[in-house]
């Protein structure tokens, strides 16, 4: 079996938007300053296209909190899940299937709040 070299790497950081109108503003805002343009899936999520990084921007519910979600990658979602419960994390959003592949995100001991993604 093959190792994908993605497992267990910070694989994505998203920046979320706190509404529809925050979120036109905040695309308009890093095209207008440094050039990014934008791969659009749906009306509440853009991939970034030319920042440097695998990135995107997410029209998050009010109930999260601002701040940058970092999203490593796992081969093994359903393991890398109960690995994070059984280390003392708490699941605050249950896997997820979107374009692509499927997430979950988690809040850590010191209360940081990360995803983990899987394209299985």
Request: include cysteine; hydrophobic fraction near 40%; proline fraction near 5%.
């Amino acid at each position: 079996m093959s190792i994908d070299p993605r497992e267990n790497h910070i694989d994505y950081v998203e920046f979320p938007a706190q509404s529809a109108q925050s979120f036109a503003a905040v695309k308009r805002f890093y095209k207008e300053v440094f050039g990014w343009s934008f791969q659009d899936w749906g009306d509440d999520y853009s991939d970034t296209k030319d920042s440097g990084t695998a990135s995107g921007f997410s029209a998050a519910p009010a109930h999260r909190p601002a701040g940058t979600l970092v999203v490593l990658f796992t081969v093994d979602l359903e393991a890398a899940r109960e690995c994070v419960i059984n280390a003392g994390g708490k699941i605050a959003k249950e896997i997820v299937t979107f374009p692509g592949g499927r997430r979950f995100e988690y809040i850590d001991p010191a209360g940081n709040r990360l995803g983990v993604w899987s394209d299985k």
